[in-house]
């Protein structure tokens, strides 16, 4: 099988095609042009201040309440390692992001799993946790277009979420890089917007909407946080990267991040929409709620096809996924995240038969 042939529906990135690279080289040309000393100077750990006051403008929050960081990632990093020492209990989704689990058991935390609902993670089941004693430090959730599971949480759910945060005195760690990835619905507002109580720290990133190789993702909390973990950022690597950050800043300030996020919307949208019909004709057992933005879909299989097997005998047809069973402590043995990001809609329906094909050997 050669790599020409491989429809990969493992990575969470844009396909080149949707990426405004002829955007990006203006940019480029223009932060060099704007601004030669902040450029090419080591810069500060908390960012590159104009692309810093940006983005609190976006969210309506001061600039000493942004950390513009290498990628989202490690906005993740620096937030666990400020707040969660070994052995302190943490929610998670489940599904969640398989490197945030990763990290959070690295790092020795005691990690809940609290199950997504076709509307969000479920508040009550969580609430029961809380009532059995369980005492987190933080909460991990990504209420838009949640990666694995494509769901989006909804804003009843947000209000109580915020509720529970400041009943139980636990930080909501908001985890919002698809936001702006919308196919259908109205936008809701972010739970860092509607907090008073200073209970969420959010984080987000580039990733999505311009490309992932700029690596610039930031973490909007209070002031004094956000000053603490850029003391650690400052004696990790004294700034991060001020060329890509001022790239992204002038990408955004000319306009050329709205037209970036209607291409990739639009893309996506359609790609979702074919993935969903290919999968209704080729695997029509499959169960799956249908994202209304984002990069993932996240399908249930019938008791029978494990995805410990089915993934190589996928991977042998010029398929790749990622298994369920990597987003969770446990379970997930009967499902597979699909990111329909990457593949052209073209491909995706041989992608989907090549799996149909694939699961009905590892049944036979």
């Given at each position: 099988?050669?790599?020409?042939?491989?429809?990969?529906?493992?990575?969470?990135?844009?396909?080149?095609?949707?990426?405004?690279?002829?955007?990006?080289?203006?940019?480029?040309?223009?932060?060099?042009?704007?601004?030669?000393?902040?450029?090419?100077?080591?810069?500060?750990?908390?960012?590159?201040?104009?692309?810093?006051?940006?983005?609190?403008?976006?969210?309506?929050?001061?600039?000493?309440?942004?950390?513009?960081?290498?990628?989202?990632?490690?906005?993740?990093?620096?937030?666990?390692?400020?707040?969660?020492r070994r052995g302190d209990a943490v929610v998670v989704e489940r599904p969640t992001y398989d490197r945030t689990l990763l990290n959070l058991q690295q790092m020795g935390g005691e990690v809940h799993g609290v199950t997504i609902q076709p509307d969000g993670l479920d508040t009550a089941e969580l609430r029961k946790l809380l009532e059995s004693g369980v005492r987190p430090k933080l909460a991990?959730?990504?209420?838009?277009?949640?990666?694995?599971?494509?769901?989006?949480?909804?804003?009843?759910?947000?209000?109580?979420?915020?509720?529970?945060?400041?009943?139980?005195?636990?930080?909501?760690?908001?985890?919002?890089?698809?936001?702006?990835?919308?196919?259908?619905?109205?936008?809701?507002?972010?739970?860092?917007?509607?907090?008073?109580?200073?209970?969420?720290?959010?984080?987000?990133?580039?990733?999505?909407?311009?490309?992932?190789?700029?690596?610039?993702?930031?973490?909007?909390?209070?002031?004094?946080?956000?000053?603490?973990?850029?003391?650690?950022?400052?004696?990790?690597?004294?700034?991060?990267?001020?060329?890509?950050?001022?790239?992204?800043?002038?990408?955004?300030?000319?306009?050329?991040?709205?037209?970036?996020?209607?291409?990739?919307?639009?893309?996506?949208?359609?790609?979702?929409?074919?993935?969903?019909?290919?999968?209704?004709?080729?695997?029509?057992?499959?169960?799956?709620?249908?994202?209304?933005?984002?990069?993932?879909?996240?399908?249930?299989?019938?008791?029978?096809?494990e995805v410990d097997r089915l993934a190589p005998a996928a991977a042998e047809r010029g398929v790749a996924v990622v298994k369920g069973s990597d987003f969770m402590v446990d379970g997930g043995r009967h499902a597979l995240r699909?990111?329909?990001?990457?593949?052209?809609?073209?491909?995706?329906?041989?992608?989907?038969?090549?799996?149909?094909?694939?699961?009905?050997?590892?049944?036979?």
């Amino acid at each position: 099988m050669t790599a020409e042939q491989l429809i990969s529906f493992a990575r969470g990135a844009p396909s080149l095609d949707i990426v405004d690279v002829e955007g990006l080289k203006a940019a480029a040309v223009r932060a060099f042009d704007a601004d030669p000393a902040g450029v090419t100077a080591y810069g500060t750990s908390v960012g590159y201040p104009p692309l810093r006051r940006w983005i609190a403008e976006k969210h309506g929050v001061e600039a000493d309440q942004v950390l513009v960081t290498n990628g989202s990632l490690q906005a993740d990093a620096f937030l666990f390692d400020h707040l969660v020492r070994r052995g302190d209990a943490v929610v998670v989704e489940r599904p969640t992001y398989d490197r945030t689990l990763l990290n959070l058991q690295q790092m020795g935390g005691e990690v809940h799993g609290v199950t997504i609902q076709p509307d969000g993670l479920d508040t009550a089941e969580l609430r029961k946790l809380l009532e059995s004693g369980v005492r987190p430090k933080l909460a991990h959730v990504i209420p838009n277009y949640q990666n694995p599971a494509g769901v989006t949480l909804s804003l009843e759910k947000r209000r109580e979420l915020l509720d529970l945060a400041a009943e139980y005195e636990f930080t909501i760690f908001e985890d919002d890089p698809y936001a702006d990835i919308r196919f259908r619905g109205e936008p809701l507002p972010s739970m860092l917007s509607m907090d008073s109580r200073g209970v969420v720290v959010h984080a987000s990133s580039f990733t999505k909407t311009v490309c992932p190789g700029v690596r610039v993702g930031y973490l909007v909390g209070p002031a004094e946080l956000i000053a603490a973990i850029a003391k650690r950022a400052t004696n990790l690597y004294i700034s991060p990267g001020m060329v890509a950050q001022a790239i992204v800043h002038q990408f955004c300030v000319s306009g050329s991040i709205e037209q970036s996020i209607r291409t990739v919307r639009t893309a996506l949208g359609e790609r979702a929409t074919v993935l969903a019909e290919s999968l209704r004709r080729h695997i029509p057992e499959a169960r799956f709620v249908e994202p209304d933005g984002g990069y993932f879909l996240w399908v249930e299989l019938p008791e029978d096809v494990e995805v410990d097997r089915l993934a190589p005998a996928a991977a042998e047809r010029g398929v790749a996924v990622v298994k369920g069973s990597d987003f969770m402590v446990d379970g997930g043995r009967h499902a597979l995240r699909l990111a329909y990001s990457a593949v052209t809609a073209d491909r995706i329906d041989e992608g989907v038969r090549r799996l149909a094909e694939a699961m009905a050997a590892v049944r036979g």
